[in-house]
């Protein structure tokens, strides 16, 4: 897993930047899909860690590859291990929820008052209407999270998150690469609005 890690800093460096300079990254973890009841299960290295070495763990490559935001660092069901994890790093690094918080508004005030992240992925597709997605947004921002508008995997070429990420003064907007179309048509579709608004 680290491997992956020392050669987006090698990138980096070879793109001739530095990391933690003008480069920083982003991990979306993910550890729903390799964590449960507070054990996480590694199946590239053959081993399991309970939450607290996960968190250790997640925390030492932090500070080794100049990440900068952590998406689930800990699995949906591992509240404890979300709270303890935003008291650890939160001051430091933007730890947002997607499969913790589903972009639903109720979720997103219970994790401010747990103090369990600091930023929330909105989804649109995931909550299942704008209306929704504007709520989860509305209630991330009286939190003083950070809020990134986000596409979801198997999406069209529709572009109407970049809009809404401008329109609502979200700040981030995530995409993916621009290996596929759909991803290539939103960023395309920021740029474009860029220009229509001009410099300020």
């Not at 008052?113 to 509305?138: S, Y």
């Not at 069209?156 to 979200?170: C, K, R, S």
Request: hydrophobic letters at 50%; proline letters at 2%; a negative charge.
């Amino acid at each position: 897993n680290e491997q992956a890690l020392e050669t987006l800093a090698e990138a980096v460096i070879a793109a001739g930047e530095r990391p933690g300079g003008r480069v920083v990254l982003s991990l979306d973890i993910a550890a729903s899909e390799f964590g449960h009841g507070g054990q996480y299960r590694l199946a590239l290295e053959d081993r399991a860690m309970v939450a607290a070495d996960w968190a250790a763990t997640l925390s030492r490559w932090t500070r080794d590859y100049a990440i900068a935001a952590i998406e689930d660092p800990l699995a949906e069901d591992d509240s404890t291990g979300m709270i303890a994890f935003c008291a650890a790093e939160g001051h430091r690094l933007q730890i947002i929820g997607d499969d913790y918080l589903v972009t639903d508004a109720a979720l997103i005030a219970a994790a401010a008052r747990d103090r369990a992240c600091n930023a929330a992925l909105i989804k649109v597709n995931q909550c299942g209407t704008v209306t929704e997605a504007i709520a989860a947004l509305t209630a991330a921002r009286a939190a003083g999270f950070g809020t990134i508008v986000s596409a979801r995997s198997g999406e069209t070429e529709d572009t109407t998150i970049a809009h809404l990420a401008v329109g609502l003064g979200a700040g981030q907007l995530k995409v993916g690469s621009i290996a596929r179309s759909e991803r290539l048509a939103k960023w395309n579709e920021a740029l474009r609005i860029e220009a229509a608004l001009g410099p300020g």
